[in-house]
């Protein structure tokens, strides 16, 4: 088997992942689909942690457009995150994966509390790891909890999963004249205000030296090709 790239990665996802057809939901069989591609990633003798969002279940910015107290819809969208994140539990313990969820908001009759050091023995001894409940704290992206999760166990990459191949400098549906960057720095990415990924993420990852891969998750073994080696997606890094 061709070496691999890192040891241990952080796998950041958008609850759509989960959706059902009409994007809305937890649709058993995506939860099946995912669960195949981490197992995918877990059988190179890689150490996965996830977080996952709950766009798929709610969305604070909506409630506070329609007059909700923001610290009120975000932590109803880091119980959401939670209900994704037992629900992939589940797919990827029927695929012979032991996984371990830990919340950000402790829920201690359905899930571990956050504790660092916890989380990084249980990757040690081969348990995925699926963060939930965000940094615990409103005003911050499920984003930025993946770039502080990936900080706080060791990542060697931060891999953000998305529906598109790669960063363009415009949307190549609407511009098929759209550059397509293959590596892009820290400041270059922040500077142009790209959206592929909240900007507090990226800082707190150029803080740290942390590179982050964006790619399409749903392309034929994308993860895993990457992982082995292939150039996939864009690189977020000290360019």
């Known amino acids: 088997m061709s070496s691999v790239r890192y040891n241990r990665v952080l796998l950041k996802m958008g609850g759509e992942a ?74 990827l313990e029927r695929t012979g994966i032991v996984t371990r969820v830990q919340t950000a908001v402790e829920m201690r009759t359905i899930a571990e509390p956050y504790i660092r050091l916890r989380a990084m023995r249980h990757l040690d001894k081969g348990r995925v790891v699926i963060f939930g409940g965000g940094t615990g704290n409103p005003y911050f992206t499920t984003d930025s909890a993946g770039a502080l999760r990936a900080m706080e166990i060791g990542a060697d990459v931060l891999i953000k999963a998305t529906k598109v191949d790669a960063i363009y400098d415009a949307d190549p549906v609407e511009n098929p004249n759209a550059k397509r960057f293959e590596t892009i720095s820290y400041i270059d990415f922040l500077n142009m205000r790209l959206r592929v990924m909240d900007s507090t993420a990226v800082s707190l990852c150029m803080d740290n030296d942390l590179p982050i891969v964006v790619l399409n998750f749903w392309q034929e073994n994308s993860v895993k090709r990457y992982l082995l080696g292939e150039s996939i997606g864009t690189t977020i890094c000290n360019v």
């Open 18 to 91: 989960l959706a059902g057809p009409n994007g809305y939901g937890i649709d058993p069989v995506r939860a099946t689909e995912v669960a195949q591609v981490v197992k995918d990633v877990y059988d190179l003798g890689i150490q996965v942690a996830i977080v996952i969002g709950g766009g798929n279940l709610w969305r604070g910015s909506l409630g506070s457009e329609m007059g909700m107290a923001r610290a009120s819809a975000d932590h109803i969208g880091m119980i959401a995150t939670v209900m994704n994140a037992l629900a992939l539990q589940d797919a």
